[in-house]
């Protein structure tokens, strides 16, 4: 159940429901949206509450929730969301290229990666400190390490940094070395983990679980933003299916029905899609076509050495010939890729 | 089993390999791709026979059959095969776009769909008069009168026509009207169907089956070639997922993974994919974006009112946007897509 | 649409009412139901055509088609239907077991295997004459040589047969010998082949395809039905999805959902499902708890050497020591399995 | 890389390895599986180490991970393992069943269900305090006020209580009260929280995540084995595939598949799969006869009005008419569920 509030309900008003609802046992949720007010009423009272609430003074309407993420739905805020990272805008003109090691190994690797990515047009610099692993025995990632290694490469190529975050308590942790915080596929309904990262300050990205409903995803982003957080860009990544000769199936229709149900920015990860290099530009290039904000690809100095996802991982020039490619393929749908500046790789 | 024989394997040699394995009760396959002859050995004997052919005159080698679609695979023919239907070759450097109803109705919507796709740039007529419909109740074609209405439709427009065949014993009537024959998803795994479009001249189009792994769809164009055409075109269009926004998944990867395994062309159809109109053109620009040879669409005069599929038909104006929006994108990616001329709408 | 007509209405009536309906360019499709006579109005005009219809003598009322399954629906049939073979009744009280090769390879193994699973108390014999392929060059299968094998051990062990046919223009042939025509998972919607073994007379087995819906399944059944044959016994089979340890994942919970909304004889295949003739009886004992009506198995003398799907057939001895199993999960489920008898095992 | 170190290797020698292992940088993983070490090798440097190490004093073997999940694998662990809470024993010949809502919503509610289920021979008391929901509005359980209903409904009725736990920093609160921890299928991949119930003292009940492969189920009972808790239980509880007319598919094949791959016991959750209460008692039997060590269900005194996943949850009435039915299932598999006494009804 939402509550809709009059547009110039007063305070008093205002207050005067919240109080009714919480002394009748309900649990609630207030969210400004532009200059309306919404109350979520949660849990059992809920349908009870609802009818009493329709005659209070301030009251616009009860509506049941539909669609039941009001706050992403673009039918309250038709306009596109963009996402602010520095002087990077996620939503808008630019398709944004995030590029990096899937993993942080050491400085040697991510200074290599940095410089080239930044040198061949990408906007920010992805790498993971924190590595959530099917197996106990595989490398779990530098940690905090890694997050100083991310940090100093920022300085030296001026790239923001996006890098995963996987349970509640390294959030703080994370968002003092970090740009944006990711959340990976398989944390996609952690949903403690979604509500912390929407109770800060750092913009989220929010990647689509291996086998999560676009219904989901959106619940999900529903989460971070409900906790107060709005800057949320969405990611597509694959999903499981039946078929294995690619590593993911990439939902390539994702971009186009997400785009149309929510403001928010739209993303596509290539790489764990195609887990093959070969694969990456054509679903780069295939992403771009059908509408995508951004990219967000895994690129390594050594693949053959990588610590994780190596198969996947662009070599530094395939990255800067799929740029090149890319830049074509956003002009022809009236988009555009950046050109590397010297702004860019001032180290 | 594969028995490959000298490239100067003569004809005696060649009988006396034959005879050999008949003799021996065993069943037998030859197939000549380029200079060289292959015989493919199958049922109960072949690897008892396979041991005592090793060594008779004429013979190169005895192959397990890796990759098991020995003839459509790249490994023996590296280069890509252009498939032509008049003057219309798909698998070139032109992207080339099919379009039409999904079902042939009647006379005045097939005229009129064929006429606006020609003049927006379409190179081939596709409509069904054979449907095969999950219902029995369902509208299932006009039968041999849509056929009629789409060679009539083809002489009007100068456009080859595609269109579906769904039983071994309708091959010959259908072959008698139209330019290339559909294979639909439901009969991908139509063995006695796919051997006898294989024994005929037409070339086939091929869809990807709902539910088919890309390696079935390569067996499947296997048992076309097998029998004798090798001009085949294969076609994704969706697969099934738990996903449920889209009518189904379009799997774009299976794009670059296909024209990285076989030598034939690989086209897309984003209308089943979709379900839904306004998904279609961006479907079909990431088609183009991920390297694909061509484009099968659904357009309708009137989609409210068709018999099948009308809210995945786009309309007439709606094709001649998404055309304009298909040249820029083949154009990023060095193919074209056609420019409509005076010869194809000379009615 | 369907116009039901009442229960008395006159065959003048009856006649009107079609007469009226192919007069404005209808189509439609008349059924029989008990006494109830249906008339599936097709196509175009259907709703235009339904509400003239709606006051004409004889017309009880206009049905929006809700399931669309009318025939095979328990709604308007609600108690089970049993289909008989030979003095087999399958959907009775009987769990009825049904065993034999995957393909019939010659006569000696099917002899062995026939008498075996006789005697271990099979009531049907199974075995493919005619086996759809995924591969050209795999083993197709003895064609009518294989019936000939089939018939001849039906006379020694007393066991009807159920055979597989793969294409219309074999029904002929296929009904000479078998007792029941098998529909392959692969051509659950080949509709031509659907309604030729609807317009015969033998009791047919439908089998689920691998990656269809149980309302697909059901539409499959009512074309059977709906071409004049009653006699359709369903098959769940397993299901295609990411899980891989398993050939297919069997839908257990399929036999219950069918069950409930269909009056037609609900079976499990639990070899193709498992793949591995380890899980097998697994698989079967639970489907026998699940309520199916009876169990399609396959059986070799000597797995090892088997033409095809040796991995995943049951050793005689194996065979025999799962239908004790099955005896007594049988009871615990107030169904019985059958004990051999001198009868079954005449030879 | 695993280096298996003699079953005498003395501590001096155990030291000197790590020792080794940690001045070369390796990362490392030790435990003791009976009187077995184990190491496991991390990371960047295992390969090279583990070829100094194999000369090592105390070393017996290096061993390549395979299969990679070497703690719950049978192939060191042949034998079953029982898993204890209080006096049931989960994995031996009796068939546990766990019973109860599927989130506590209040006293009278926990009372009735939790005597009910007792009282028809439930072992367990099952019931959520904290729910992990799709959507931030829906009802998120009662948190601790929930633990103290299921620990006072425990005084009560005799039975342990299993409870679900969803992020590392509530693992004391609820360990505090619960007898067994619940790790949802949301986070089956929550690698945090494997760890953290990994380190504590309580058994561990693993759900299958919707759409997580068997194999990755198991590497997910090693975090927690591998953290030093060798008491867990795995559940099936249906995935997520095209077929939409249960909730789930219940993957019945997973259950002997994971029997045969590891020694810990293999329990069903039919509610969840089967999404609708006339069906769990299908799926409950089909468990018991493929195999399965126990049955996790739902069960409300008032279905209709419950506050999450009414439709699934099984009536007091039948519950006990479902638990009737198992009894027979399991006494024809030669297993037994329990017959309720007087001491499990002590209220």
Redesign the interface.
């Known amino acids: 159940?939402?509550v809709v509030l009059e547009p110039d309900c007063s305070l008093k008003n205002k207050a005067g429901v919240v109080r009714f609802i919480e002394s009748h046992g309900g649990r609630l949720?207030v969210s400004e949206i532009g200059n309306e007010t919404q109350i979520?009423?949660?849990?059992?009272e809920a349908q009870a509450l609802a009818e009493e609430l329709e005659g209070m003074p301030g009251v616009a309407q009860i509506q049941a929730?539909a669609p039941?993420?009001p706050q992403v739905s673009r039918d309250h805020h038709p306009e596109p969301t963009e996402v602010r990272i520095g002087d990077v805008r996620i939503g808008g003109h630019e398709v944004v290229v995030m590029a990096g090691p899937c993993a942080v190994?050491n400085e040697a690797q991510l200074e290599s990666v940095g410089h080239a990515v930044a040198a061949a047009g990408a906007r920010m610099l992805r790498g993971g400190a924190f590595k959530?692993?099917?197996?106990?025995?595989?490398?779990?990632g530098l940690g905090e390490e890694g997050l100083v290694l991310l940090a100093a490469v920022r300085e030296q190529t001026g790239l923001p940094v996006v890098t995963e975050v996987?349970?509640?308590?390294d959030v703080d942790l994370v968002g003092r070395y970090a740009d944006m915080l990711q959340i990976g596929a398989?944390?996609m309904?952690?949903?403690?983990?979604l509500?912390e990262v929407g109770a800060q300050a750092r913009p989220v990205l929010l990647k689509r679980?291996?086998?999560s409903?676009?219904?989901?995803l959106l619940?999900?982003a529903?989460?971070v933003v409900?906790?107060g957080n709005p800057q949320v860009v969405l990611c597509e990544r694959g999903?499981?299916?039946?078929?294995?000769?690619?590593r993911n199936?990439?939902?390539?229709?994702?971009?186009?029905?997400l785009k149309?149900r929510t403001h928010l920015p739209v993303i596509v990860d290539p790489s764990h899609?195609?887990g093959d290099r070969?694969?990456v530009p054509?679903?780069a290039?295939?992403?771009?076509?059908?509408?995508a904000d951004g990219i967000l690809v895994e690129v390594h100095n050594d693949p053959e050495v990588a610590?994780s996802d190596g198969a996947q991982s662009l070599t530094l020039d395939g990255f800067s010939a799929m740029m090149d490619?890319l830049r074509?393929?956003a002009?022809?749908?009236d988009r555009h890729v950046a050109v590397p500046s010297a702004s860019q790789t001032k180290a």
């Open positions: 159940m939402i949720l979520g009423l949660i849990g059992n929730v039941p993420y190994e959530p692993r099917s197996s106990p025995y595989s490398f779990q996987v349970a509640p308590e398989r944390n309904q952690n949903f403690r983990l509500s679980g291996i086998s409903s676009i219904e989901e619940l999900a529903e989460y409900a906790a999903i499981r299916t039946f078929e294995t000769t690619t199936t990439l939902d390539i229709g994702s971009v186009p029905v149309g899609a195609a070969e694969l054509h679903l290039r295939a992403a771009v076509a059908a509408g610590l490619e074509r393929v002009t022809s749908v």
